[in-house]
């Protein structure tokens, strides 16, 4: 039999302990550390927001709503709006993502599904590399080698498909025997291109991982009912990881939004609004601003931090539409985009 | 689908178990029954037979031919590039055409789309290796020369040749504008990330908010943001400090989601575990929490790192590009290896252009390396200082017990 010794006199009266929420000691110095450097980052990075809309204000109180609308960018005419670049900038991430959101989702289809379980994780690291390849790098490659084919791609199309309103190539003869490459090379489509390289392993990284995440079961059962590889494809993966589809896509459409060196590199600048992308000439708020920083005065410094704010705003709005659409998806709710 | 297949013959011959069936199935017969679904074929599992082997090799094989004859005899389009595509497109159509003859159009359908996402997945790994090869290609001829990498460009002609000048001063510049840039982000990302996970509360709440805000926000805005910060509003002149602390803005978002990521991932009972011990909420953070992921912390800060030595957008408006050695970041202007390229390559000059590409692989080396190193912390950790089995054993000390001949203690 076992006794407890309830009622010994010698033992020490137990004391309850203190509970309380409230840090002591060690642990109020690094839960206050903590917190000072969680407010300093917030001043850092909210800083940087709250910096570019409040020397946005002069230029938009200044030129008003034109600046959203104005094409032209004539500083010493006092002539200043963002519509064509923002109109640039959007034809670019568009072509970008032309390219760029096929190729993702057929490569995280193959890596997840098709590939050899051998060469799978050699994959999924070629992917990281690529994204990790700095986008000078793409910037050279487009510039260089992709430009010459990417001007005969736009030729051909505008002699076999001129027809299409943004496939037109104003001032220029598609028949004519020579062609006039300069014409063709410089153009947001071939922009367009060398970004589709930079947001594509993005996008392909977050289907990836969702595509990944698939419950097995389903896909058992998918295949218990005599479905083929293709056909668990349609009626499992690609429902299930529909949300991470969309949120890599617009992930990416933010990071192509925003790209800078690789466009610089390859547009030649033009300030109007213009949808015929194949056509040489384009121009992105980003471009803008690595191009015109130099010797501009503080008024035009002032244009330009208030379109780096749109900017701003555009892929913030974009961003968060994809993180809310991942995370509320079936599948995302873990996925680090 | 609830089709019954009519039985084939060849199970009508079994003989007959002697007891009468429990349950039968009603097999309708079509010619009576106009409402019997068709039956479903079954498709073919496990590995392709001769037939189907052959199939496959026979429309590739007709696909080439068809490549031939329609790029190189009938329509003029030269080149590899379209040779490929009608390649495809006719390989495509000639399984669908072969498979259809044989099975259904569930597996013809199955066919065409393994070809297609596999089209696609090489399309992006040709992208992807062209990039590498190309700038490797163009880039070599001058790393040859060991004085690309022990001198700087300082009186260097454009048009000199290979054997002058070198990218000394964008490689010290590169690490000195990225520690400057780390020493920035590191403490304050991972700071962020252990407030965000380990502290929480409202106000982590919005610091999350804000901080995953902020991973949007263009790496040119950046650069403007402190360019007009602090080299027109503080008047510190066009220096390494500039550009790191642009860099440094740039990177605190990214590193610090990332590592916020990796922090939640940490398993909750063992903080619990450590708590229950009766260890502080610092000793758990610093002794659990951090060890335990710190292979994916390391992951993220290299990752991070990786996209801050090829950014050129913040460093182009923030550093000013010296074309000297500079080792001081607050002395005036200083290069960096993406900012060297861009200014080479807008020179227009062949042989800046080749150094620009020289550079790009000493770029895209570094890069690499980093990633490599990634890759290594990232392993996991049996893999690493763990002793062999043969040791762990030896190490077990055996209590020493006396014992007599009958097996009672001495």
């Keep these: 039999m076992t006794s407890l010794p309830l009622a010994d006199p010698s033992a020490p009266e137990a004391q309850p302990r203190r509970i309380s929420r409230r840090p002591t000691g060690s642990d109020a110095i690094f839960v206050n550390v903590a917190r000072a450097i969680g407010a300093s980052v917030l001043v850092i990075t909210g800083g940087v927001g709250v910096f570019l809309a409040w020397q946005a204000v002069p230029t938009l109180r200044r030129y008003g709503f034109s600046f959203l609308t104005e094409q032209r960018w004539q500083p010493e005419a006092d002539i200043i709006g963002i519509a064509g670049v923002l109109v640039g900038t959007v034809s670019i991430a568009l072509v970008a993502m032309f390219f760029a959101f096929p190729l993702a989702l057929l490569s995280a289809l193959y890596i997840s599904e098709y590939a050899p379980a051998k060469i799978k994780g050699l994959l999924v690291s070629a992917v990281d590399l690529m994204a990790a390849i700095p986008s000078i790098v793409y910037g050279l490659w487009g510039f260089f080698l992709m430009m010459p084919h990417a001007a005969e791609l736009a030729w051909w199309l505008q002699r076999h498909f001129g027809w299409v309103p943004f496939f037109k190539i104003r001032g220029t003869d598609a028949d004519s025997p020579v062609w006039d490459t300069s014409r063709y090379v410089s153009s947001a489509f071939c922009a367009g291109i060398a970004v589709a390289m930079m947001v594509l392993p993005m996008a392909c990284a977050v289907m990836r991982q969702v595509f990944s995440q698939t419950p097995p079961g389903e896909r058992e059962a998918a295949l218990a009912l005599g479905a083929t590889k293709w056909g668990v494809i349609r009626s499992v993966v690609l429902p299930f990881g529909r949300g991470g589809i969309i949120g890599g896509t617009m992930l990416g459409l933010g990071r192509a939004l925003g790209e800078t060196i690789a466009v610089v590199l390859i547009i030649s600048p033009a300030f109007e609004i213009k949808w015929n992308v194949l056509e040489t000439g384009a121009n992105s708020v980003s471009a803008l601003i690595a191009v015109q920083f130099g010797d501009a005065t503080p008024a035009q410094l002032s244009a330009l931090l208030a379109a780096g704010f749109v900017l701003f705003l555009i892929t913030l709005a974009v961003n968060t539409l994809a993180a809310v659409i991942v995370n509320r998806s079936r599948s995302g709710a873990d996925a680090d985009a | ?410």
Excluded: C
């Excluded at chain 2, 300082?154 to 000048?165: D, H, L, M, N």
């Excluded at chain 2, 990330?193 to 409202?202: H, I, L, S």
């Excluded at chain 2, 050129?312 to 607050?330: D, E, K, M, R, Y």
């Excluded at chain 2, 290069?335 to 252009?353: A, D, K, M, W």
């Design chain 2, 1 to 410: 689908m609830t089709a019954v297949e009519t039985r084939p013959d060849s199970l009508a011959d079994r003989p007959e178990p002697s007891a009468e069936p429990k349950t039968f199935l009603p097999a309708r017969d079509r010619a009576q029954d106009d409402d019997v679904p068709p039956p479903v074929p079954r498709r073919a599992i496990g590995a392709p037979n001769a037939d189907e082997l052959f199939a496959r090799a026979g429309a590739w094989i007709a696909a080439l031919g068809m490549a031939w004859l329609i790029t190189q005899r009938f329509l003029p389009l030269g080149g590899l590039a379209w040779f490929l595509i009608v390649l495809l497109v006719a390989g495509i159509f000639m399984t669908g055409l072969l498979s259809s003859i044989s099975t259904t159009f569930v597996e013809v359908r199955d066919r065409v789309a393994g070809i297609v996402v596999t089209a696609g997945a090489v399309v992006v790994g040709i992208a992807l290796v062209s990039a590498v090869v190309f700038v490797f290609v163009r880039g070599w001829k001058p790393l040859t020369h060991l004085n690309f990498f022990t001198d700087d460009m300082a009186g260097v002609e454009p048009k000199a040749p290979f054997t002058q000048g070198g990218v000394l001063h964008a490689i010290i510049g590169t690490g000195i504008q990225l520690g400057i840039g780390l020493a920035v982000a590191l403490p304050l990302g991972v700071g962020t990330a252990v407030f965000m996970t380990e502290v929480g509360g409202r106000f982590a709440r919005i610091v999350r908010t804000v901080v995953e805000a902020m991973t949007a926000l263009p790496s040119i805005v950046a650069g403007l943001f402190i360019y007009t910060t602090v080299i027109l509003t503080l008047g510190v002149p066009r220096s390494g400090l500039a550009a790191g602390l642009a860099l440094g803005v740039m990177m605190l978002p990214i590193i610090a989601r990332a590592a916020d990521v990796v922090l939640r991932v940490v398993p909750g009972n063992l903080r619990e575990a450590s708590l229950a011990l009766g260890a502080s909420r610092w000793r758990t953070t610093w002794n659990v929490v951090l060890p335990t992921a710190r292979p994916g912390l390391a992951t993220a800060v290299i990752l991070g790192v990786a996209r801050g030595v090829g950014e050129t957008s913040p460093v182009l408006l923030t550093s000013g590009a010296a074309n000297f050695v500079q080792a001081n970041p607050l002395d005036g202007a200083m290069n960096s290896l993406p900012l060297f390229i861009y200014t080479q390559v807008r020179s227009g000059e062949p042989h800046s252009i080749g150094r620009a590409f020289g550079a790009a692989v000493v770029l895209m080396t570094l890069v690499l390396a980093l990633f490599v190193l990634a890759r290594f912390v990232a392993r996991p950790r049996k893999y690493r200082n763990r002793p062999s089995l043969r040791s762990r054993v030896a190490r077990i000390r055996v209590p020493r017990t006396r014992t007599t001949r009958n097996g009672e203690a001495a």
